[in-house]
């Protein structure tokens, strides 16, 4: 079993950054890729970023240039560095950890920290 636990959300104004955390514990040896998620009122979970074990990011067109995506190793930890922020950032955040398990993923999922942009 791995456990998430998500930090670094609030309220902020358009333009203002923000840098979300994700602690990893338990059984995290053998996680392939890391990543973040969001989902806002009404929409399906999306990714917004994530990075492989190597360290290799992936980024939705809608964050590239904004958003950067980070792990340390050493403390288990992964980030979400937001700069830019815009209103249709606004959601709840979910760090992800995937395993492969005999070619089959397996995802583990954080409670969730909420990012609210507004003015």
């Known amino acids: 079993q791995v456990r998430l636990v998500e930090s670094g959300g609030g309220l902020v104004q358009p333009g203002e950054s923000l840098r979300l955390s994700c602690a990893a514990s338990g059984s995290i040896f053998s996680i392939k890729s890391m990543g973040w998620y969001r989902q806002a009122p009404g929409k399906q979970r999306e990714l917004v970023a994530d990075?492989?074990?190597?360290?290799?990011?992936n980024y939705a067109d809608s964050v590239k240039g904004r958003f950067t995506i980070s792990r340390d190793n050493a403390k288990n930890t992964m980030y979400l560095q937001m700069n830019s922020l815009e209103p249709e950032d606004t959601a709840v955040y979910y760090c992800?950890?995937?395993?492969?398990?005999?070619?089959?993923?397996?995802?583990?999922w954080g409670q969730g920290t909420q990012v609210t942009v507004s003015s």
């Open positions: 990075i492989t074990s190597g360290g290799s990011p």
């Open positions: 992800n950890a995937r395993k492969v398990v005999l070619l089959d993923p397996i995802d583990y």
